[in-house]
C-alpha cells in the first residue's frame, strides 16, 4: 500500500478555513513536508515540521501532527482563491534522503 | 523562482526514440533528485545524485538513467520510450538542510 495517503478533492469558499489531511505508516518518519504545485508549475516548499513537534504556525498556515496515530494536517486561514492547487504531503528519514509523497490534494477555493 | 532550471520544458517524441533532459541545481546545492509525476502513479522518486555519485535509487526503470556532472549539472536519459513513460519530470536539488528540496518546473514528455 501507499506509505503517504491523502484524500484527493476539497472544495472551499474563500475566506473560510481549509484543512487537508494525510497519514503515513513509516514511525520512522523524522521530516513531514507540505508542498502546494500551482497549474503548470513545478512543486513549492510551503512548510516543514519535525517529528518531535506538535504543531507550526506560519502565517495563515498550521500543520498539526499527531504522531501516534501518523496523521499530519494543515490548516490555511482565510483560504483565497489563489490558494487553490494542489497540496502534497510528504515525509522523509532524515535530511539528504528522498522525499515520499502522497498523491496529492485539490484544493478548489470557491469566490 | 526557485532557481532550480530544467530543459527542455516540453518535448515530444514517438515510441522507441531516447531523449535526454537537462537539469541545473541551485546554486552551492550538490544533491539532485529526479521524480517522475503522472496521473496514475503520482510523485514517484526515480534517482538521487550527491555530488556526482548515485545515492539512492527509486521506481527508475532499466531504460532510464541519470548521472551528475562536475559542475553539478544532472542529465536524466530515457530510452525506448514508450507511450506510458509520457509524464511530467521533475528536478529538485537540496541543500541538506532539513531536507527540503526545490523543485524546477519540469519537463513535460508527451510519447506518441
Known amino acids: 500500500g501507499e506509505d503517504v495517503e491523502q484524500s484527493l478533492f476539497l472544495s472551499v469558499r474563500e475566506g473560510d478555513s481549509s484543512v487537508i489531511n494525510c497519514t503515513y505508516t513509516?514511525?520512522?518518519?523524522?521530516?513531514l513536508y507540505w508542498y502546494k504545485q500551482e497549474p503548470g508549475a513545478g512543486l513549492q516548499l510551503l512548510t516543514y515540521i519535525f517529528s518531535n513537534m506538535d504543531m507550526k504556525q506560519d502565517q495563515r498556515l498550521t500543520v498539526l501532527l499527531n504522531k501516534k496515530d501518523k496523521h499530519l494536517s494543515l490548516r490555511i486561514a482565510d483560504t483565497q482563491t489563489g490558494d487553490s492547487a494542489i497540496y502534497f504531503c510528504a515525509e522523509s528519514k532524515e535530511p539528504g534522503n528522498m522525499l515520499t509523497f502522497g498523491g496529492g490534494t485539490r484544493l478548489m477555493v470557491k469566490p | 523562482d526557485s532557481g532550480v532550471t530544467q530543459t527542455p520544458k516540453h518535448l515530444i517524441t514517438a515510441t522507441g526514440q531516447r531523449v535526454t533532459l537537462r537539469c541545473s541545481p541551485r546554486?552551492?546545492?550538490?544533491?539532485v533528485y529526479w521524480y517522475q509525476q503522472s496521473l496514475d502513479q503520482g510523485l514517484q522518486f526515480l534517482i538521487h545524485y550527491y555530488n556526482g555519485e548515485e545515492r539512492a535509487k527509486g521506481n527508475i526503470l532499466e531504460r532510464f538513467s541519470a548521472q551528475q556532472f562536475p559542475d553539478l549539472h544532472s542529465e536524466l536519459n530515457l530510452s525506448s520510450l514508450e507511450l506510458g513513460d509520457s509524464a511530467l519530470y521533475f528536478c529538485?536539488?537540496?541543500?541538506?538542510?532539513?531536507?527540503?528540496?526545490?523543485f524546477g518546473e519540469g519537463s513535460r514528455l508527451t510519447v506518441l
Open positions: 546554486s552551492g546545492d550538490l544533491s
Open positions: 529538485a536539488s537540496s541543500p541538506l538542510r532539513a531536507g527540503e528540496l526545490f
Open positions: 513509516d514511525s520512522s518518519s523524522t521530516y
